[in-house]
Every structure is written in C-alpha cells, then in structure tokens.
C-alpha cells in the first residue's frame, strides 16, 4: 500500500482492503503526491472509520497522519467520523504526504476513502473553475463522479448528472420500447399464420367433402 505520485491531476486514496475491513496486524502506508509547482493539493475524505477516540484514548491501534506541509507535525486522525476542519484537508505546497499506520493491537475496522485534487487559487483560471470554492481545477475532474471542487463544492458534477440521467432514461427508454415493438411484431406474425394455416384447414376440408348425388324430382302426376 502507498506509493509516490506525480504527474496526475486528481486520484484517489484508500486503506488496504477497502471497502472491507483493514487487517489487524502492524503495516505502514505511505503516499506522496507532487504536483505542478504554483498548485496545491486539496484532500477530502469520501469515508472514515478508523478505530480509536481522538478526544479520550487517542489513536493506539490505527491513525491516518496528514502532512499539509512536510516540515510540520502531521494531523492524526482516527474515530467513528471527522470534525469539519478535517474533512478536507488543503496542503502549503505542491507536495502533500499521507500516512496510514496500524499497530500490532489492532483490531481492524473499514478504514478509509478520500479523493485529492490539483487545484489553484486565484482567479485566472484557464480550466474549471468551481463555482463555490473558486478553485481552479483540470477539466478531467470534470464528471468523473468525484468532488474535485470540494465537498460542499458540486459545481463539477452538476451539469453531468443531468446530462447522464438523460442519457440513461433514453437508453432505458430505447431498450424498453425496442422490446415492446418485437414482441408486438411477433404477435403478428404468429396470428397471421395462424390465420391462414385455419384457412388452409378449411379449404382441404371442402374440397374433401363427398359430393351428393342429386335426388330426381318426383312430380304427382307421374304417379297418376
């Protein structure tokens, strides 16, 4: 698990195993992501379960240390959830570390999912500019069902998700009519050669009908 990454504008994170359950054994997990000089790297967590208590007992069994800047102490997170100031996470630099440590006493839990983003401040943009946030972000993170703009930033999926729910109805739409029209065709066919098959019984039948020899006609006076 971890690696180094570069040369990428957004990607995603996420424990060993995930979405099952990290094991409870001692493992390290380090990535490092660079990205273009002038740019920042805004990290948001999509999902976070990690066993401990911040506030009570701290994080001895599992942690996700954040390094916003790599000459600073980390931000240590662990718990059932994330305090709004943890939830998206936007580093000094163009370089951004993330840390996931589990101890041997851990007991293992679902662990973690978080996207990052390329972004730049300011309002020259000659990208995709969030309509909340502001951030200048690549085109590609546009409709890829991720929040590059920011979790409470849907400016880059919002003309999507109408465009696919279109997109998805007439496929749906299409499909179920195509359907409908076979169905209806064979019907036809089936009844029309139904029809002519009883036509055809009919006809053999007449013609095989034995004919009946015209009986004289008696008059009365033929007995007189």
């Known amino acids: ?12 994170l996420a424990s060993p195993g995930f979405p099952g359950s990290y094991l409870p054994s001692l493992q390290v997990c380090n990535w490092f992501i660079t990205v273009r000089p002038h740019h920042k790297i805004l990290l948001s967590f999509l999902f ?16 996700v240390r954040v390094y ?3 000459g600073e102490p980390p931000m240590e997170l662990c718990g059932e959830s994330l305090a709004n100031h943890s939830r998206e ?7 951004m570390k993330i840390s996931f440590v589990t101890a041997d006493k851990a007991v293992g839990a679902k662990g ?9 401040e300011g309002t020259k943009c000659e ?49 179920f009519g195509g359907a ?8 036809a066919i089936f009844h029309r ?11 053999q039948h007449h013609r095989n009908q034995p004919k009946i020899a015209a009986t004289p006609h008696i008059s009365i006076h033929d007995h007189v």
């Open 1 to 12: 698990c971890g690696r180094n990454i570069s040369e990428l504008t957004e990607g995603v």
């Open 48 to 63: 976070f379960l990690i066993e401990g208590d911040p506030e009570r007992r701290g994080c001895p069994g599992a942690v």
């Open 68 to 70: 916003p800047e790599l």
């Open 89 to 95: 996470i936007l580093s000094s630099s163009n370089i």
């Open 112 to 120: 973690f999912q978080a996207t990052w983003t390329e972004i730049k």
């Open 127 to 175: 990208q995709f500019q969030c309509g909340f946030s502001k951030f200048c972000v690549s085109e590609s993170a546009k409709c890829n069902g991720l929040p590059n703009c920011g979790l409470e930033d849907e400016s880059d999926e919002e003309d999507c998700r109408t465009i696919h729910g279109i997109d998805v109805h007439l496929v749906i739409g299409l499909a």
């Open 180 to 187: 409908i029209l076979t169905v209806i065709t064979m019907c």
């Open 193 to 203: 050669k139904c029809k002519r098959r009883r036509t055809h019984l009919a006809t």
